[in-house]
């Protein structure tokens, strides 16, 4: 092989990996459901906590919130995904609010059922997320989150119906649902 073929096997190379990652950029990393993956935590040090539990995820003054603990951002700490109270959901999804872990102030917050992280991007401290919310029989929207300034924010939505509603809710059957982590990761 001389180096002009070398060259260009390389170039290839180059090209083919470069397409594969930012292919495998927005596909789903995991699944946040909302009977699986939450589990009761006692919380600390974050501002407004007891107004946030009472006034809107409905939480009752003796009751501990349901949360999801998992480092989207990979900086040592857990961010908070609260869920609100079952009393909120419905068949369309619930209310959460996420927490960063680290600095202990609200992301933003969204609404749905399931939620699904997608792999980051290069570039991105926080991956993408998306949240289905059903609408009634044969309807949804599929709602993506990006995080920007600060906060997660709205930056698509989109009304799914028939079958492509029917091929989104087998699609998301087959993605891994994660638990919680362990609140020992999670400073407090």
Do not use: W
């Not at 927490?99 to 570039?123: C, N, Q, Y």
């Not at 949240?131 to 929207?141: E, I, N, P, V």
């Amino acid at each position: 092989m001389n180096a002009g073929n070398i060259c260009n096997f390389t170039l290839l190379f180059l090209l083919l990996s470069i397409v594969s990652n930012a292919h495998a950029a927005g596909l789903p990393q995991f699944k946040i459901d909302r009977q699986q993956s939450f589990k009761t935590e006692h919380l600390e040090n974050i501002p407004n906590l007891k107004s946030v539990l009472e006034d809107e995820l409905v939480y009752s003054q003796d009751s501990s919130p349901q949360v999801f603990l998992y480092d989207l951002n990979q900086d040592g700490s857990c961010e908070i995904l609260i869920k609100s109270h079952e009393s909120l959901c419905s068949s369309g999804g619930c209310l959460y609010i996420m927490i960063d872990g680290k600095s202990r102030k609200r992301l933003g917050e969204l609404f749905g059922d399931p939620v699904i992280v997608l792999r980051g991007k290069a570039g991105q401290s926080f991956p993408d997320i998306q949240a289905y919310t059903r609408s009634g029989a044969g309807t949804g929207t599929l709602e993506t989150f990006r995080y920007s300034n600060a906060k997660y924010r709205s930056v698509s939505s989109e009304d799914l119906s028939g079958k492509r509603q029917r091929k989104y809710l087998e699609e998301i059957r087959k993605i891994p649902v994660r638990e919680s982590e362990k609140a020992e990761k999670q400073p407090m």
